[in-house]
């Protein structure tokens, strides 16, 4: 019963989150700004202005593939952001420009996150199963191993919901630069194209809210299996 009330709640806080933000994306990407630049023109004259010109700007494939990758010192824009006019487009490579100014400034989130990443990484990978093995040597050999082995996975488990909630003030500053950016910018005018950007940033944060609350709610879950309902 419990499992399949996960199940349902990971449909809402996974998938749903993300039909929204490619549908407000792909609603806005059909809008193009009287700016007339493209994504990677308005990205390169915000870093550009914030004395970033080493930063460079590349086209990739794929629907929201952006991305800043701060040990390459390049910003990824995807094919449709980075030739598009549109308010999604500059609106995303804004965005992404965000993060570029945090590293530049050493926005001490986004260092947080760095720092947490490794670990994030090999508990979003390895925590379950360490956890779900640790669980079932303890039901069926009984002793106190598994239950180590299964507390050592929850513990690596929960660095990845700290990346989750530390990736959540990372993405909502790099947005409000964004909006400040494109607006004292003169990158979208009138209140149409700035209801639409902010439509499309909003969105886009509201998936990490979603992630984020997902694992800690998983988190939740599993000291539930390890603490609740597996005690001797």
Known sequence: MYMILFLILALFLIFLPQMFVKNTYREYLRFNTQSGLTGAEVAREILDKHGLSQVGIEAIKG???????PSAKVLRLSEDNYYGKSISSISVA???TGHALQDAYNYMPMRARAGVFPIASFGSSIGPLLMFGGLALRAFAGGELGLLIAIIGFLAFAGAALFQIITLPVEFNASKRAVAELANGGYIT?????????KVLLAAALTYVAAALYSVIELVYWAW????????
């Open 94 to 96: 804004a965005h992404e």
């Open 190 to 198: 009138g209140a149409q194209e700035l209801d639409g950007s902010q």
């Open 63 to 69: 629907e929201l593939s952006d991305h800043y990758d």
């Open 225 to 232: 299996q390890l603490f609740g309902s597996n005690r001797d």
